[in-house]
């Protein structure tokens, strides 16, 4: 079975200040793993993900994520965070082995603050 | 926008009744998915759709049924609705390679079904 733990609820920062949203997973074969943006009352946006290659996968709106295999973790980053980049994010993962669905985290609300 | 569209965006319906969800899939997407998504929670896949057949399934049970198209559209079914069925229904497009591996999902906006 495959699935993906967002250990903070809430994160909060200050605008101008670097992000980091955390993601681990655990899946029995190869990991496929991304990351989704939720604005209230709105679907899943796609932000990037990590199939194979290199390990900093770059994604929409400045936006990057760092895969560790040996942490199994994938943690959302952005190097100077926006008011605008307030909402919630999923981080998800695709065991190719297991099919093709994909397992979200619960989720984590990023506040960014003037 | 991602090309994804839902319909319709909110519904309310009644203990026991039953609701049918609609999706159109990206141009050039053969697969659909759908996912429930209660309040405060991630999203729950529920199934998913692939040349108009039924090729993995969630935890969920004989009560929620689809259908896909040939245009590749689905809808979404849902009988002797419960309170617990309220949430947000998400469907997802995506393109099934030869292989069976997926491209990433892009999901419509949901549909909002309130059981009352």
């Known amino acids: 079975a495959q699935s993906v733990a967002q250990p903070e609820d809430q994160v909060n920062v200050a605008e101008g200040n670097p992000l980091t949203v955390k993601c681990t997973y655990s899946?029995?074969?190869?990991?496929?793993l991304f990351w989704y943006v939720q604005y209230p009352n709105r679907g899943l946006q796609f932000l990037l993900k990590?199939?194979?290659?290199?390990?900093l996968v770059k994604g929409s709106y400045g936006f990057e994520a760092e895969f560790n295999k040996s942490q199994t973790s994938f943690h959302l980053k952005k190097p100077s965070a926006l008011v605008s980049d307030s909402a919630l994010y999923f981080c998800?993962?695709?065991?190719?082995?297991?099919?093709?669905?994909?397992?979200f985290g619960g989720g984590t609300r990023l506040m960014v603050k003037p | 926008e991602t090309g994804v569209t839902q319909s319709p965006t909110h519904l309310i319906k009644t203990r026991g009744q039953q609701v049918t969800l609609r999706c159109s899939s990206q141009?050039?997407?053969?697969?659909v998915s759908w996912y429930q998504q209660a309040l405060g929670q991630g999203p729950q896949f529920i199934f998913q759709?692939?040349?108009?057949?039924?090729?993995g399934r969630g935890n969920f049970p004989p009560r929620f049924s689809g259908l896909q198209f040939p245009n590749y559209s689905s809808e979404l079914n849902v009988n002797a609705l419960e309170l617990d069925d309220s949430a947000l229904y998400l469907c997802?497009?995506?393109?099934?390679?030869?292989?069976?591996?997926?491209?990433?999902?892009?999901f419509g906006q949901g549909t909002r079904l309130t059981v009352v």
């Open positions: 141009s050039g997407h053969n697969t």
């Open positions: 899946v029995s074969g190869n990991p496929y």
């Open positions: 759709y692939y040349r108009e057949e039924e090729n």
């Open positions: 990590y199939i194979t290659g290199d390990n």
């Open positions: 998800a993962v695709r065991d190719w082995d297991a099919g093709n669905m994909l397992t």
């Open positions: 997802a497009s995506s393109s099934q390679s030869t292989r069976g591996m997926n491209t990433e999902a892009f």
